[in-house]
């Protein structure tokens, strides 16, 4: 089978019914959380051109494009998928080797945005951490935050993932 085909199992079950299930690859893009609406629109636009390459190379994969303001979000939406769905994971966010950083209340409103300030007073930190330690020690965490082992791993292709990671000032860089 082509990968990012959809495939499909068969079974016979009498003379006249079948019993048909159809798996399709999953690619999930999630972008914003920034303190700027102009960061999030331009992580906006960079999702689209993502989403539009996908549909394009592989047109029979459900491509799913969040804006997210929380790291909640974006763990629980790769949690529900089905084991072993999803092929790729695109994450437009800020961030440094020790997380992506997401604030609740992001928005792409022009008259959006807050300071680090309003972060610190507001709980607003929805960060996902590289590790729990990170998480935990965090000078301003909110209760959305995560770390990337609050992810389940199997529902990830075992065929080999493509993770990108993308800031506004740094090229993606993909790695498998």
Known sequence: MVKGMTSGVTKKMDSSVLDQRITR????IFYGGSKSPRDNSAFEFAAKNIKRDYERVYPHNNVIVMFVDAAKTVVDKINEQ?????ESLDLLFHGTERGLYMYKGASLDPKGGFSGEDIEDNDLNASLYAGRIRKWL??????EARAVNDIDF???????????FMDVNQV?????
């Open 138 to 143: 965090g000078d301003d965490k909110g209760d």
């Open 172 to 176: 993606m860089i993909p790695i498998r």
């Open 25 to 28: 690859r999953v690619r999930l």
């Open 82 to 86: 089905k084991t072993g769905t999803i």
């Open 154 to 164: 199997t529902k990830f292709s075992p065929e080999g993932l493509l993770l990108k």
